[in-house]
């Protein structure tokens, strides 16, 4: 082993066991799908300034407005997408749900994939009681429906966001836990680690060069599931009025908020409907990566000095 070792030149470790992403076309709408409605929301109010909440209660349900129109002498801002049943811009709120809701969703992943993986890591590496303690702790988080756990954390916390953040986080972070302990069971027992560690390489070398290329492609993967799942459950929340208080614009309460009218103004329905859609779609798409690992052939070819 140690001769293997000694012919192991720091950069051919480097090479071991590095997967390669492919792009296929899905992968490729949905990341474009994903993209444009992040820009959406990040330059929409800049393109179009306007406030979401400023209400003209004689334009209720009425259809897209000309920038810069007046009405009854009055200046009012553009409206490009219609207004809802307070005289609100449809398209200023959407803009500032598309932006509270991925914020939200966003921050709720991240969390979840940092704790997730630390501990999944965490259990494969001690093995014993470590990882039965914490095995027991995502097992029982399981057991609890997520939207209830969501709801539990709301009725502590006092911000309806952070709560949502935080709760999202708890239910989220279980399946990071699962994959990256199973993930890395297999390769921390890989030569190629014990390698590494025979060289005198630290933790965070071994993370970053064996442990991350292999476990990348699947937390990806659960990183757009856990994005989709947020934000459905963010709007499933808002649909039933237990979620982002009104009148902050969130993309379930404009549904439920406009749906008394879908006889009278259906476009007004249609457009926080097709913006979830459409993002959840580009999500989806986006999480049905393949990688291509390296096979044990190539991590010899790669290994060779």
Known sequence: MNQVVEGLAPQRVDAVRR??????????????????????????????????????LYRALQGANAVGATDAGEMITSAPLGYDHLGRSLYHRLVAALGLSLSIAAGAVILAAFSGISLGLLAAGRGGWAERLLSLVSDSLLALPGLLLVLMVSVILPSTPLALWLGLSLVLWVEFFRLARATGRSVLASPGVEASRLLGFGAWYRFRHHLWPEMAPVMMTAMAFGMANALMAIAALGFVHVGIPEPTPELGTMM????????EAPFALLTPVLVTFLLLLGLLLMSGSKART?????????ARP
Do not use: F, K, M
């Not at 439920?256 to 006889?263: D, F, G």
């Open 19 to 56: 997967p390669r992403l492919d792009w296929p076309l899905r992968r490729v709408i949905g990341a474009a799908l994903v993209a444009s409605l992040v820009l959406l929301a990040l330059l929409g109010n800049l393109v179009i300034p306007g406030d979401p909440l400023e209400q003209h």
């Open 256 to 263: 439920v908020e406009l749906l008394p009218y879908w006889r």
């Open 294 to 302: 390296s096979t044990a052939a190539d991590t010899l070819e790669g």
